[in-house]
């Protein structure tokens, strides 16, 4: 399978403890993105790379929120001291910028429970 | 800001014609998209119209855009059982905006 891999599926952690999730993208996609879903919404943008520079972040993303990609292939976004309402789905998707239509493919999330 | 409208659920029998609509205010959006997201999944990438295009079809979905009212439309013909998802409408000139989605269209089949 060649698609968009995410890790974990699933995560239930307690109040104020750290977590991390990665995102595997297509082997050729040069751009990868981070999306968070809460129940009822569609995915929200939160920041995105061009290779291994993260080149926009949402203003979602507190200071509690980082994520790397070190050799512009996987990418990690870690949570520190998480809170109740960080629970959601947590989307990687990535592209091939081109210059022409950016088609973006999402892998499966990674659902974060923080209880 | 953007933002990106659609109506929370849609029924219809099985073998009849779904359209859901959309709506979005970005006027210098390059592409819009239909994305389906099943129970428990990320969101799988339908199809994709260009903003200078009037209609798209792609098998039994037909997308139809109306650039000067904004508005966006999916069309799945002879729906099927499987069919039953949510519908997430998307715009974006892609990079640092991302996609902005709207909140998803449950897509409900009767038999």
């Known amino acids: 399978d060649t698609g968009v891999s995410q890790d974990p599926r699933h995560k239930i952690t307690k109040r104020g403890q750290n977590v991390t999730f990665r995102c595997d993208p297509i082997s050729e996609h040069n751009r990868l993105y981070w999306y968070r879903q809460t129940l009822g919404q569609g995915p929200e943008f939160l920041t995105y790379f061009q290779n291994e520079a993260q080149l926009e972040k949402s203003r979602l993303l507190s200071d509690r929120f980082s994520a790397e990609r070190p050799k512009g292939s996987f990418s990690t976004l870690e949570i520190q001291r998480t809170e109740q309402g960080d629970s959601a789905m947590y989307l990687c998707a990535s592209s091939l910028a081109d210059g022409s239509n950016e088609k973006l493919f999402f892998g499966s999330g990674t659902q974060l429970s923080v209880l | 800001g953007e933002d990106v409208e659609q109506s929370l659920f849609l029924s219809v029998r099985e073998g009849d014609s779904s359209v859901i609509n959309c709506t979005y205010t970005d006027s210098s959006s390059t592409y819009l998209y239909w994305y389906k997201q099943e129970p428990g999944a990320g969101l799988q990438l339908l199809t994709y119209?260009?903003?200078?295009?009037d209609m798209k079809q792609d098998q039994r979905l037909t997308v139809l855009l109306n650039k000067k009212d904004k508005h966006l439309s999916l069309r799945i013909a002879d729906t099927q059982t499987g069919d039953s998802a949510i519908y997430f409408c998307?715009?974006?000139?892609?990079?640092?905006?991302?996609?902005?989605f709207g909140k998803g269209t449950h897509l409900i089949i009767q038999p």
């Open positions: 119209i260009f903003s200078n295009m």
């Open positions: 998307a715009e974006g000139r892609g990079g640092a905006d991302g996609l902005t």
